[in-house]
């Protein structure tokens, strides 16, 4: 996640560098860059916010699935170990009826 945040970041940041010089390029009087350049670098923040709060939710949603993959495998194996189970009890009971029906 670190990596992730850090080169969205580096990209905000790039993005506001180019928008600076994309309106010093467009005429933008010497006043209205540093108004742009705040504005740019408070949209970039609440972008970063943005992303921090959407990456911290992606990862809770991960947590949350995984603990749930696990949980349906715990539970497909022990519907798997009763099944096992059920077939050698009625196994059992169909070689019990078998002796009884040798004896008699």
Do not use: W, Y
């Amino acid at each position: 996640m670190t990596c992730f945040m850090t080169l969205v970041r580096t990209i905000g940041s790039r993005l506001a560098c180019a928008a600076l010089i994309l309106t010093a390029l467009a005429g933008g009087s010497v006043a209205q860059q540093p108004d742009a350049g705040r504005a740019i670098a408070a949209e970039n923040r609440a972008l970063a916010a943005e992303i921090d709060q959407a990456a911290t939710t992606f990862g809770r949603t991960s947590a949350e699935l995984d603990a749930l993959l696990k949980a349906k495998g715990d539970l497909e194996e022990r519907l798997e170990r009763i099944q096992r189970r059920a077939q050698v009890h009625a196994i059992g009971q169909e070689l019990a009826r078998t002796r009884v029906r040798e004896l008699h």
